[in-house]
């Protein structure tokens, strides 16, 4: 079975830290996970969903420019995973957080992880 499985979302107070792991597993992952490119998205309440970042199979990196400085996402190909490090979080951090694996024609989505910040 096809997964992608978020964890690590809380609630944390302003200025806190939290990180985000997405865990993907099934045969074709094992084939096709180092060379897709790998996404977190988030959802705030009363949201349309954003592209919060990217990490490519070749490792490079983009950010939304609401959270370039504070955030970093990373993978270990090894473990087929994908980490967003959230730091100086906001209370406007608060959303869902879903991760995203694309790589033509596959397009996986993971159930996603709730982040709360109180301010």
């Known amino acids: 079975q096809v997964q992608l499985v978020e964890s690590g979302g809380g609630l944390v107070q302003a200025g806190g830290s939290l990180r985000l792991s997405c865990a993907a597993s099934?045969?074709?992952?094992?084939?096709?996970?180092?060379?897709?490119?790998m996404y977190w998205y988030r959802q705030g309440p009363g949201k349309q969903r954003e592209l919060v970042a990217r990490?490519?199979?070749?490792?490079?990196?983009n950010y939304a420019d609401s959270v370039k400085g504070r955030f970093t996402i990373s993978r270990d190909n090894a473990w087929n995973t994908v980490y967003l490090q959230m730091n100086n979080l906001k209370p406007e951090d608060t959303a869902v957080y879903y991760c995203?694996?694309?790589?033509?024609?596959?397009?996986?989505w993971g159930q996603g992880t709730q982040v709360t910040v109180s301010s």
């Open positions: 995203n694996a694309f790589r033509r024609p596959y397009n996986y």
């Open positions: 099934g045969s074709i992952f094992s084939i096709i996970f180092s060379t897709s490119d």
């Open positions: 990490i490519t199979g070749g490792g490079t990196t």
